[in-house]
């Protein structure tokens, strides 16, 4: 059988026993669903990509302790929340300011509008208290159930419904202005 035809279990017992070639696999898998998640955590491409290798050293480090309890990716996004939320520590105690940026000529096409509301979204987004962000992005971006967040960020499923729900009303009201 093809490593792409395993189970994420059957991949990871694969790496357990030593086979390099499935830890690529697993790579191939989930590489840019963390990116992803850790870009929406961090609101920085460059950080993100940082912080996706360190996931992934992580996880070589520690695919050992992984056992079928839960879901693998459960497991894997709740390694790549640990490490989002310890570069965001690092930022606070470690502040820097922005460069100034050139402003863009002024013209509205459609392309540049839809870019704008996205910064627009991403900002907000960022904004929020990390726990709802967390929920957030797990839901809204990689299409998670309740009881995947709720594994992930390790509180219960009511309290992931009771933080997207503060989440979305908070967006609705910072971004009220994209509707008018």
Known sequence: MELHELT???VVERIQSGDDEAFDELMRRYKRPIINFIYRM????????????EVFVRLHRH???YLPRTKFSTWLFALARNAALDRL???KRHP????????EPVSMSREIQTREIGEHIAAAVAQLPEDQRTAIVLA???GMSYAEMAAIMRCSEK???????RAKQTLRERLRFLLE
């Open 8 to 10: 994420d279990f059957q």
């Open 42 to 53: 961090l609101g920085d491409a460059g950080d993100a990509d940082d912080v996706a290798q």
């Open 63 to 65: 695919i050992g302790e």
């Open 89 to 91: 520590r690092w930022r």
């Open 96 to 103: 820097s300011e922005p460069l100034d940026s050139v402003p």
């Open 140 to 142: 809204e971006y990689h």
């Open 159 to 165: 309290s992931v419904e009771s933080r997207l729900y």
